[in-house]
């Protein structure tokens, strides 16, 4: 199980993510389970695995497979899965890896439909281990079985109409309403434990293992229509699917029945450094791709394990808030500072008591209270001081969720405080959170709260934290849709462009050929002309006004450092002397290069400069990067990525994201500038990246954004093509 | 106790700060105490409180004073101080507020030297308390007693040789080597509710409550003394000291003989916004203020109370690392990654293992282990390979400090494994902080950690993190102190130019008096002269070559927008003509205005532009501010403080903390500047904060940094005065 070996993926498309709900229904909710390699040696991975099936009370029914044991746990054995008189929907191996293979084609003989492969000794260690991942793949593939493993720890499900616990953990799930999916089975049995401590029940607790066939988008669109689960934990090392994965979670976690889904990504400082030579390229780490990947999704995306836990418990058991407005009741001012400072910074604001809040809490609670929010009951408060103020801010239509924080003092009255708190949560339907500090004095309270589904934490900084969660979630399932509006776009034009460079071997275009790529998509490029003698030069200045010249040749990408630059050329007569002086020029420089002319453009009006980017991850695709030009790219950093295809709201998510986004609005007595465009623009390199998996990488560096209304300009670009890019297209 | 209602405090220059060692000793270490207000009704705070200090095994002699009860608790009661036949040094106050001035004086005539005043019903609870507690103050300042309180919970001093339990805590403090200091007694008891379960001992617990005269500088100096104190805790609310307490604090934390020093500070987003005129103002927030004096101060500044405890216990019971690299060892892959990535984020490395270490792991673990670092000894691993790879990491001069990680597993030795640790951490002198995950099956191994000093965490992300927080420290206290070298400063020729335009009324001074103001304390300023006339202007052309010009009138602060700013005036010609414009172009947008004549200056040579500027804090005094010109600090809000005085560490952190510090030292192929007198520019900042409390704001904006080796010049500067400044000057 050392699970950081991590060799390369085989089938990075692999089908196991279309399984479907009914074809794991043979996983989860089994008739009949085959244990092979079921065991009564004390210790052993088959005993325990068996023990945890039998006495986990299974519905169905369990067959223990055994070479030489006639039975096991006083139940029947059979010497092989063909032995066994009745039909077999599951089948649990524990077997060495070596014979897994074999064992699965027996499994499907048998009419099998599901497989669980406890056992480890595959891809995690090495070759030799991912040859035999691979066929046992295969075989279930062939057969159309679905497979969980290997190098798991089992699968749990608590339906009281299943009750299994295939899995060797030391301790057993509580029923409950979240799901628990993890690629480290060792988490698990942590997991486990802290769950039982703090009584946090699961609907489904599945080690996913190795994920040689199911793996975290079939089992997350099967948890969403699964009656018990309510919200859905994950553990993950590495995901395997891209804009598949955006596109079908992004219903679940945000359409009209949404699961909210809680993410924690490890292994975020492990991916070494990309040698990349666009700007894109080299600010996209797979962190960033990580974060758009879950932003897109809607899944929040936690920390640490204990953020995964804290939140888990607040979003499995309170309705979401309607907004921001908070009310803080307690009886000691220092914790409500507290709470109050992280209420702030995560985004929530006291609410504004209306005035029969105000006057109710007058009339209950004694002189020296505080009536204002944060609301202090002060410390000598009884159960009844905090049961009227509570009910009195849940009243106030300004509040729209209750953080509730006890301190042990010598009044306090622990247990009938806690009791008041569940029924007056539910019957407003707004959420409240607690926090009864202590370990100790306050446990009987905090059984109480967990009893009744208010979610507690010792700390008022963290449940001020999980309102914030809340909150954050539920603008996402409540954010507007805005439409894209058409932009029309020229496929085979582009197409041909490519094929064209291709073809003559070229993988580096520069302005010429990308700006006739980003013209067929609509981006505002500027006119120009390719002149091949002085007199085309003059005419072109002539046509066009006041251009930039760049000299044009296959062998110069480093056009300035050749000498091939020059700006502001504004006549005819200085367009001719130029032409002849850049190529003289550029031929001294670099007399190995051929020479096709100069590229004649017409300036750009001056604009906000800001860069446009494609690179692409060889996992997730293409990923879109946005920022604002030179120092803001280059020594800030200050850019946002989202993974394409996007829509509007992906389009303004880039904008709206970068620190320096006043200096598009207006910020300095800065003219506001044309966002509006900027976004379509944004738009139409999303669709250039979907359309064309050639285009390895794409930097419109810079694009020219003008005042409000008078749009953008491209003023310069570089591609770079890639003709083995065999990444799937995503469907229009 | 409504802590939330804060009163403005009396005695911002309290007299409390300065209470000494010996005299706290009364407090700390009294050989007899008088309970005024000892009571034996069940329940009530008397009774708490005289029982904590009787059944708490107090060294010294008890007496109780009780106008009624013959004894309390069996012990012989009086029914006053006066009463008690032998000498007393602490009185321990029980009684209402409004009686405790007159009890404070029959304690100072009985000798006493010490009070703590538990009651509430002072400042916190309005102006007639207020007037209460300025009575007892003065009480105890006249008769020379110490006090602690009032409206606390009391103290705790768990000395073997004291045992004194004076608070009325429902908990007992264990003996231990952290010091608590609270602001908020509410948080007392939820702090050792929270300790007893985690097996954190104290040597000191102190609630501060109102801190009429004892406050934390006067503490923090008698807790460094005390030999059982190994590291400071505190929950603060506002502090009252600014420089007096950053030097005093930084030679405990960061002397010979440190003490580490950990804070929260709350009511982080309370204070509301402040109305100024200058950037600094603006920009120079209370969190700011705080955030710098526990950076200057050397204190440890947390954000939550759970961070509290988690460093606390790692400070108290490890050594510090020597170095940032890291040796983890761990049975699970998944839970070393998450280790791993908090590891890398908070300034830590993986330490590269030498090789008789590998051959080591190499010989001791099974082929499936990783022996690179994070060592994983996997899920299998008994006692053994756990104290056989920490043997061989622990020995390794690469590694620093070691993070140990156990998740448990079937085959886990819990407790052996918990066992072995101590004794191999001592030996080896480096850190070793824990974490075994889980909160039941592991807790036997976590008792057995706790016990014996070894640091634990539930999680392997917040084991990491209190490593990270230990080797910070380590940084702080092995910091160089480089020289700043002699700044000459002609104080006496500031003074003139302040006193001179406050005598004439005038607050706001521009650039002529500013520039005097400056090149008095070695300012890089431009030449400039005042020009009178069409024919001075010329002239001034003429003797200081190409010049910026400015209108001067007391009445306009707003040059620009009055037409009163030209630069680049290059010819005597010039000047003439643009001086009779300039003049006839404010006379007619500012009729109002009197016309002293026009400033010419010396047109700077480029440079980076930067800003400086002086805030006063009431409290803090003067806090000393930089940024990059421009957007960085008006849209991207670039900027560092430091309260003033600095050194030269200041002047170098307040450059290396802005983000935009590239641009200073060669970013894009921009030349590095001469950073090295910006820095000496800033030390010139700091002595003229320090040295005019008169200047209650000053910005100059911009200041150009040249190319390194060339300098900085002052392009334009803004003071504003504020006679009414009191605030007390630092010595020299």
């Given at each position: 199980?050392?699970?950081?070996?991590?060799h390369?993926?085989?089938?990075?498309?692999?089908?196991?993510k279309?399984?479907?709900?009914?074809e794991?229904?043979?996983i989860f909710?089994?008739?009949a389970i085959?244990?092979?390699g079921a065991?009564?040696?004390?210790g052993s991975?088959?005993?325990?695995?068996f023990s945890n099936i039998?006495y986990g009370?299974?519905a169905g029914?369990?067959?223990p497979v055994?070479l030489?044991?006639?039975?096991i746990?006083?139940?029947r054995?059979?010497?092989s899965?063909?032995?066994?008189?009745?039909?077999v929907?599951?089948?649990?191996l524990?077997?060495?890896?070596a014979a897994?293979?074999?064992?699965?084609r027996?499994?499907?003989a048998?009419g099998?439909k599901?497989l669980i492969v406890?056992?480890?000794?595959?891809r995690?260690t090495?070759?030799a281990?991912?040859?035999i991942?691979?066929e046992l793949?295969t075989?279930c593939?062939?057969?159309?079985?679905?497979?969980?493993?290997?190098?798991?720890?089992?699968?749990i499900n608590t339906d009281?109409?299943?009750?299994l616990?295939a899995s060797?953990?030391r301790?057993r799930?509580?029923?409950?309403?979240?799901?628990?999916?993890s690629?480290?089975g060792a988490?698990c049995?942590?997991?486990l434990d802290?769950a039982?401590?703090?009584?946090?029940?699961?609907?489904?607790?599945?080690?996913?293992?190795?994920?040689?066939?199911?793996?975290?988008?079939?089992l997350?669109r099967?948890?969403?229509?699964?009656?018990q689960?309510r919200?859905?934990?994950?553990?993950?090392?590495e995901?395997?699917?891209?804009?598949?994965?955006?596109e079908?979670v992004?219903?679940i976690t945000?359409g009209?029945?949404?699961?909210?889904?809680?993410?924690i990504?490890?292994?975020?400082?492990a991916?070494g450094?990309k040698?990349?030579?666009?700007h894109t390229?080299?600010?996209?780490g797979?962190?960033?791709?990580y974060?758009?990947?879950?932003q897109?999704?809607g899944?929040?995306?936690?920390?640490?394990?204990e953020?995964l836990?804290?939140?888990a418990?607040?979003?499995g058991?309170?309705?979401?808030?309607?907004g921001?407005?908070i009310?803080?009741?307690?009886?000691?001012?220092?914790p409500g500072?507290m709470?109050?400072?992280?209420?702030i910074q995560?985004?929530l604001r006291l609410a504004?008591?209306?005035e029969?809040?105000?006057?109710?809490?007058?009339s209950h609670l004694?002189a020296?209270?505080?009536?204002?929010?944060?609301?202090?009951?002060?410390?000598d408060?009884?159960?009844?001081?905090?049961r009227d103020?509570l009910?009195?801010v849940?009243?106030d239509g300004?509040?729209?969720?209750?953080i509730?924080?006890?301190?042990p003092?010598?009044?306090?009255?622990?247990?009938?405080?806690?009791r008041?708190?569940?029924d007056?949560?539910?019957?407003?339907?707004?959420?409240?959170?607690?926090?009864?500090?202590?370990?100790?004095d306050v446990s009987?309270?905090v059984?109480i709260?967990?009893a009744?589904?208010?979610p507690?934490?010792?700390?008022?900084?963290t449940?001020?934290?999980a309102?914030?969660a809340?909150?954050?979630?539920?603008?996402?399932?409540?954010r507007e849709?805005?439409?894209?509006?058409?932009?029309p776009?020229?496929?085979?034009?582009?197409?041909?462009?490519?094929e064209t460079a291709?073809?003559?071997?070229?993988?580096?275009?520069?302005?010429?050929?990308g700006?006739?790529?980003l013209?067929?998509?609509?981006?505002p490029?500027?006119?120009?002309r390719?002149a091949?003698?002085?007199a085309?030069a003059?005419?072109?200045?002539?046509?066009l006004?006041t251009?930039a010249?760049?000299?044009?040749?296959?062998?110069?990408?480093?056009?300035?450092e050749?000498?091939?630059?020059?700006?502001?050329i504004?006549t005819?007569?200085?367009a001719a002397?130029?032409?002849?002086e850049?190529?003289?020029?550029?031929?001294a420089n670099?007399?190995?290069?051929?020479i096709t002319?100069?590229?004649a453009?017409q300036m750009?009006?001056?604009?906000?400069?800001?860069?446009l980017?494609?690179?692409?991850?060889?996992?997730?695709?293409?990923?879109?990067m946005?920022?604002?030009g030179?120092i803001f790219?280059?020594?800030?950093?200050?850019?946002?990525?989202?993974?394409a295809?996007i829509?509007?709201?992906g389009?303004?998510?880039?904008?709206?994201?970068?620190?320096a986004?006043?200096m598009?609005?207006g910020a300095?007595?800065?003219?506001?500038?044309?966002?509006?465009e900027?976004?379509r623009?944004?738009?139409r390199?999303?669709?250039?990246a979907?359309?064309?998996p050639?285009?390895?990488e794409?930097?419109?560096?810079?694009?020219?954004?003008h005042?409000a209304g008078a749009?953008c300009?491209v003023?310069?670009c570089r591609?770079?093509?890639?003709p083995?890019?065999a990444?799937?297209?995503?469907?229009d």
């Amino acid at each position: 199980m050392a699970e950081n070996v991590i060799h390369p993926l085989f089938d990075p498309c692999d089908r196991g993510k279309t399984a479907s709900p009914a074809e794991l229904a043979a996983i989860f909710r089994p008739s009949a389970i085959a244990v092979v390699g079921a065991s009564g040696r004390p210790g052993s991975v088959g005993q325990s695995v068996f023990s945890n099936i039998l006495y986990g009370g299974f519905a169905g029914t369990i067959y223990p497979v055994n070479l030489t044991a006639h039975s096991i746990n006083g139940v029947r054995a059979y010497r092989s899965l063909a032995e066994i008189p009745d039909p077999v929907d599951l089948a649990v191996l524990i077997v060495p890896a070596a014979a897994t293979p074999a064992m699965a084609r027996e499994a499907a003989a048998k009419g099998v439909k599901g497989l669980i492969v406890i056992s480890a000794g595959f891809r995690e260690t090495g070759p030799a281990g991912a040859e035999i991942e691979r066929e046992l793949q295969t075989v279930c593939h062939e057969h159309g079985m679905r497979l969980i493993g290997p190098n798991c720890l089992g699968v749990i499900n608590t339906d009281p109409e299943v009750r299994l616990n295939a899995s060797f953990a030391r301790r057993r799930a509580l029923p409950g309403h979240i799901a628990f999916i993890s690629q480290s089975g060792a988490l698990c049995t942590a997991v486990l434990d802290f769950a039982a401590k703090r009584n946090m029940g699961f609907s489904k607790f599945i080690s996913v293992g190795n994920k040689a066939d199911v793996g975290e988008l079939a089992l997350i669109r099967y948890l969403h229509e699964d009656p018990q689960t309510r919200v859905i934990m994950m553990y993950v090392e590495e995901l395997r699917h891209g804009f598949e994965f955006i596109e079908t979670v992004r219903e679940i976690t945000g359409g009209d029945r949404p699961t909210p889904i809680l993410a924690i990504k490890s292994g975020r400082t492990a991916a070494g450094a990309k040698a990349a030579s666009s700007h894109t390229g080299s600010l996209a780490g797979s962190e960033e791709v990580y974060n758009a990947l879950f932003q897109q999704a809607g899944i929040f995306r936690v920390q640490t394990i204990e953020e995964l836990f804290d939140y888990a418990i607040a979003f499995g058991n309170q309705p979401l808030p309607r907004g921001n407005r908070i009310a803080i009741v307690t009886n000691a001012g220092g914790p409500g500072i507290m709470a109050t400072d992280v209420t702030i910074q995560t985004g929530l604001r006291l609410a504004p008591f209306e005035e029969t809040t105000t006057a109710a809490l007058r009339s209950h609670l004694p002189a020296a209270a505080n009536i204002a929010n944060p609301v202090d009951v002060i410390g000598d408060a009884r159960m009844d001081r905090y049961r009227d103020a509570l009910e009195a801010v849940l009243a106030d239509g300004n509040v729209d969720g209750v953080i509730f924080i006890l301190t042990p003092q010598s009044m306090t009255e622990i247990e009938a405080t806690a009791r008041v708190i569940p029924d007056l949560a539910r019957q407003s339907g707004k959420p409240v959170i607690a926090s009864f500090m202590g370990l100790m004095d306050v446990s009987p309270g905090v059984e109480i709260l967990e009893a009744n589904r208010i979610p507690h934490y010792h700390f008022p900084e963290t449940a001020a934290r999980a309102m914030a969660a809340l909150y954050q979630y539920s603008r996402w399932i409540t954010r507007e849709h805005p439409e894209a509006g058409p932009l029309p776009v020229d496929r085979p034009r582009v197409r041909r462009v490519i094929e064209t460079a291709l073809a003559a071997g070229r993988h580096y275009l520069g302005e010429a050929e990308g700006n006739e790529i980003l013209a067929a998509y609509g981006f505002p490029v500027l006119p120009a002309r390719l002149a091949t003698s002085a007199a085309e030069a003059a005419a072109a200045v002539a046509a066009l006004g006041t251009c930039a010249f760049k000299i044009v040749s296959p062998q110069i990408v480093h056009k300035t450092e050749a000498g091939g630059v020059r700006t502001g050329i504004a006549t005819p007569e200085e367009a001719a002397a130029t032409y002849e002086e850049m190529v003289a020029r550029v031929r001294a420089n670099r007399p190995d290069a051929a020479i096709t002319g100069v590229y004649a453009q017409q300036m750009a009006r001056s604009g906000m400069e800001v860069i446009l980017g494609i690179n692409r991850d060889k996992v997730f695709g293409p990923l879109l990067m946005f920022g604002l030009g030179g120092i803001f790219v280059e020594v800030l950093k200050d850019v946002s990525f989202r993974l394409a295809p996007i829509r509007r709201n992906g389009a303004r998510f880039l904008v709206d994201s970068i620190k320096a986004r006043p200096m598009l609005t207006g910020a300095r007595g800065l003219p506001p500038r044309d966002v509006d465009e900027l976004e379509r623009c944004l738009l139409r390199l999303s669709a250039l990246a979907v359309d064309h998996p050639e285009i390895a990488e794409l930097d419109i560096n810079p694009l020219f954004v003008h005042e409000a209304g008078a749009g953008c300009s491209v003023a310069d670009c570089r591609l770079l093509l890639d003709p083995g890019r065999a990444c799937p297209k995503p469907p229009d």
